[in-house]
């Protein structure tokens, strides 16, 4: 019989039992999954970021014109060509374009654009332009759903935050997980350790033998956060890059899990967007690169690839509250060792608008065509609702 301290300790494993044995040790059950499969990592830039004074179309005159106080001043953008280039607080971002880790294709988006967040996040989430087939699961969840294989426990998908998970990773198969950080695990290491079960009591002995995988997993992750306390001096002390060191952490571990995804908020800017845009812009590079210096000092850098997208872009022409309003196509980052670098999409026209709107230049579902079947080796035509012409993304 359980006493009262060995029932709490007990509970508080079995509550960490679906995620903690799954994807930080190889349990009884085991895992079918293979270390050496490639991992997709998804950075939502949630709100529809400012795609113009993201991807900086700085030689166009008519740039100037249409963004007086948020124009970004010629000699401080960082080039990437004669005619585009980033703001000063993606400085980080350069440094990977120039170290060809940094693949930027402008102008992308779908047909008959919608400014609605939820309505775009959901198109963008599912890859399915009408609402009907919104019925929340995503592209990755469906095609994760093709490569689920019986007996794998480890989570084919790991959300890192606090909210609901992304309906881009859910699938009918697909075992997803949400994980916001990690004190709940260094919790559970510190807990006591489950003591034998009888040997004729079935159910105790399930028990017992899941809260002891939790229990040596907990452990196993207290001990490489310990090891790999030199963390702190790569990552900046940001939101997202918190959730990336978390992500990089459990991939070092290496539990089978195949897709991340973080989502980094705050890119709704109506009023005042000069100062919030470069901060988070800031954020996101840092931590980009922090990310990939991380896997790259594990020898891990050949399976990472990282996307960062958000649902729309901004109008082209400034607000009067010095902001800019919802808007339609927008940028979208590849990172990596293994992506085709470089600017690999024409930018759009700022002649020619659609009703004060950039026009898309790309369909973002041939983005999601070369990661499934470039990158992740699955067969893009299931989760996409048809055939897309992929964009090589992968070198």
């Known amino acids: 019989m359980l006493n009262r301290r060995s029932f709490l300790n007990q509970s508080s494993l079995l509550s960490l039992s679906p995620l903690i044995p799954a994807f930080l040790s190889q349990t009884a059950q085991g895992s079918a999954a293979s270390k050496d499969d490639r991992i997709l990592v998804v950075i ?32 401080d953008i960082i080039r ?12 980080a971002a350069g440094e990977l374009f120039d170290d060809n880790q940094l693949a930027i294709i402008p102008g992308v988006g779908y047909p008959n654009p919608n400014r609605s967040h939820f309505r775009s996040m959901a198109i963008w989430h599912s890859a399915r332009l009408q609402s009907a087939d919104h019925t929340g699961q995503g592209w990755l969840g469906r095609a994760l759903d093709q490569t689920k294989q019986p007996g794998n426990t480890a989570p084919d998908a790991v959300f890192a935050g606090e ?10 198969r ?23 079960p009888k040997p004729d009591d079935d159910l105790q002995n399930f028990v017992q033998s899941t809260v002891s995988s939790s229990y040596v997993a907990a452990k196993q992750f207290a001990a490489s956060v310990k090891t790999q306390s030199n963390d702190n001096t790569r990552f900046p002390n940001y939101r997202l890059a918190r959730k990336l060191r978390l992500i990089a952490r459990i991939i070092r571990l290496g539990g089978g899990t195949r897709i991340f995804y973080v989502s980094q908020p705050g890119y709704d800017t109506h009023s005042a967007q000069k100062y919030a845009h470069e901060r988070m812009l800031t954020e996101f590079s840092r931590s980009l690169k922090a990310f990939l210096v ?13 996307m960062a997208f958000s649902e729309f872009g901004r109008r082209v022409q400034e607000n009067a509250s010095a ?6 196509s927008g940028p979208v980052f590849i990172a990596g060792e293994s992506v085709k670098s470089g600017i690999l999409n024409d930018c759009p026209s700022l002649v020619d608008l659609a009703d004060g709107d950039l026009k898309s230049t790309i ?29 090589k993304v992968v070198t």
């Open 174 to 196: 697909t075992n997803a997980i949400a994980l916001n950080n990690e004190r709940e695990l260094i919790l559970a290491s510190k807990l006591a350790a489950p003591g034998k």
């Open 163 to 172: 909210s609901a998970l992304p309906a881009a990773i859910i699938g009918r």
């Open 294 to 306: 991380d896997i790259r000092q594990a020898g891990l850098s050949d399976r990472i690839m990282v």
């Open 323 to 328: 902001g800019t309003d919802h808007g339609t």
């Open 363 to 391: 369909d973002f579902r041939r983005i999601y065509s070369s990661l499934l079947s470039d990158w992740l080796n699955i067969d893009a035509t299931l989760p996409l609702g048809g055939k897309f012409k992929p964009l």
């Open 44 to 75: 939502q830039l949630d709100g529809g970021n400012d795609g113009l004074n993201t991807v900086v179309p700085f030689a166009d005159e008519n740039y100037g014109k249409y963004r007086d106080k948020l124009r970004i001043d010629k000699k």
């Open 80 to 91: 990437l060509n004669d005619s585009l280039g980033l703001p000063p607080a993606m400085k």
